[in-house]
């Protein structure tokens, strides 16, 4: 049985969202509980959350109008940069930044969320008050200054993380983290939080791709995957032997076609590289040797510009051309899992989806927006599970290079042997205690 929480996380983008969502499951009352967007919250908690979201879409796309757009996006990054890793030194002095942060909750911002959940763990009768888990550093924060009684977990949702995650007196802190990889975990200790307060799990990824703890669904789905990224079989020539034993037999023929998965952020920035990849695979889609999936989230915008151009290129009755989209964030997050499954590569942003590499799937990574995805980028391409986009008008050529070679087959292999999948089943583990 594994121990119920409250789960909390934020409306702010899908990066936060996200990553609670896989622990669904675990969340009491009505689900998954997002701080800037519950029942009944204050007007004033909600314009300061509102206003911090919308300045931070607003300031993404800037990005696109060049050199004033890039540069105010480079002014607003300054404040939440990462400072360097080396020399290895003690960075636990606090932030302007964080400053700020305690100031609103000082005077009570989000003191009526943690007084609220506390009430409704005392309607339970429960005995003792189960952990506050959250994937965003705030509510962790709120809960701790309001003296929240039980255990407060905070899930962290990128390779590398800047000073404002952890408290003002990280030493005096309670917060305990859940580390998605060895970076964050020493990167929380420079910081000053004690050492058994963190906990490398990895990230938390979506059960239903998965599977159970022998990651069937998961090994199953990548030997399809592995047909469709090596057809010359250069890559299973030299390395037969490791997908022998790290996934098993591979089929002969793949369950699909070809699947390029191009995903969109929160904000909605660069969905016009969408468009550019479906031109130039224009042709390898019409004869079906290509699918393409548009990731357009729940921004009706996008969608409705995804569905306006391919409309124009005569390619709407296409089914070798799928937009995932939803109205609201839980069935988005389902029906972006379920096309991930017949996915061969994932070309997005290093956003919190570069974790989704560990399910043996190769990124294709677009232009980053801010610091933290400079990070990420960092991580993938050091760590062989991503590459560099080229330029996406001419992906037809680069990008089958790259598959012939064996590239692409080289990058799922070498992210599923070394990612870590199982941070969804960790994360239960430790806040039942059973670890």
């Known amino acids: 049985m594994k121990s119920k929480s409250w789960v909390v996380t934020a409306n702010m983008g899908y990066g936060h969202q996200r990553t609670t969502y896989p622990l669904r499951h675990l969340a009491l009352g009505n689900g998954i509980i997002a701080a800037n967007d519950y029942s009944g919250i204050l007007p004033n908690d909600r314009k300061i959350w509102e206003n911090s ?93 309001s003296g929240y009684p039980g255990e407060i977990f905070c899930i962290i949702c990128d390779t590398d993380i800047a000073r404002t ?55 199953k789905d990548l030997a399809n995957r592995i047909i469709n990224l090596d057809p010359n079989k250069r890559y299973q020539h030299y390395y037969s032997p490791l997908v022998k034993k790290y996934i098993g037999k591979l089929p002969e023929k793949s369950d699909h076609p070809l699947t390029i998965m191009f995903a969109v952020g929160g904000a909605g920035a660069q969905k016009e590289n969408g468009i550019k990849i479906i031109k130039s695979l224009f042709s390898k889609i019409r004869s079906r040797q290509v699918k393409i999936i548009l990731v357009a989230g729940i921004k009706q915008k996008v969608k409705d510009y995804f569905d306006k151009n391919i409309k124009k290129l005569g390619l709407e009755k296409n089914k070798n051309i799928e937009i995932v989209f939803e109205k609201d964030i839980n069935s988005y997050f389902e029906k972006f899992n379920q096309s991930l499954r017949k996915t061969d590569i994932l070309y997005t942003k290093p956003s919190e989806l570069s974790f989704y590499s560990a399910l ?58 070394e990612g870590e999948q199982l941070g969804t089943f960790k994360i239960e583990d430790i806040i039942s205690h059973k670890i």
């Open 165 to 219: 995650w952890v408290s003002l007196v990280p030493q005096k802190s309670r917060i305990k983290y859940f580390a998605p990889n060895q970076r964050v975990e020493e990167r929380l200790q420079l910081y000053g939080v004690k050492k058994e307060n963190i906990f490398l799990t990895g990230y938390p990824l979506p059960k239903e791709n998965i599977g159970t703890i022998k990651m069937n669904i998961l090994k």
């Open 53 to 145: 979201r919308e300045f931070y879409e607003f300031i993404s796309r800037l990005t696109r109008i060049p050199i004033i757009g890039s540069g105010i996006f480079a002014l607003y990054d300054k404040l939440q940069e990462i400072i360097s890793f080396y020399p290895k030194r003690d960075l636990s002095q606090d932030s302007l930044q964080l400053h700020v942060i305690f100031s609103s909750i000082k005077k009570g911002w989000g003191k009526q969320l943690i007084e609220k959940i506390v009430l409704a763990t005392k309607e339970k009768k429960n005995e003792k008050f189960p952990p506050f888990l959250t994937s965003f550093f705030i509510p962790a924060f709120m809960a701790e200054f």
């Open 360 to 417: 043996g799937i190769p990124i294709i990574i677009a232009p980053c927006i801010g610091s933290q995805e400079q990070f990420n980028k960092r991580w993938l391409l050091s760590a062989g599970f991503g590459v560099l986009q080229q330029d996406p008008r001419y992906i037809d050529q680069w990008l089958f290079d790259w598959i012939e070679k064996g590239y692409l087959a080289e990058a799922a292999v070498e992210a599923f042997i």
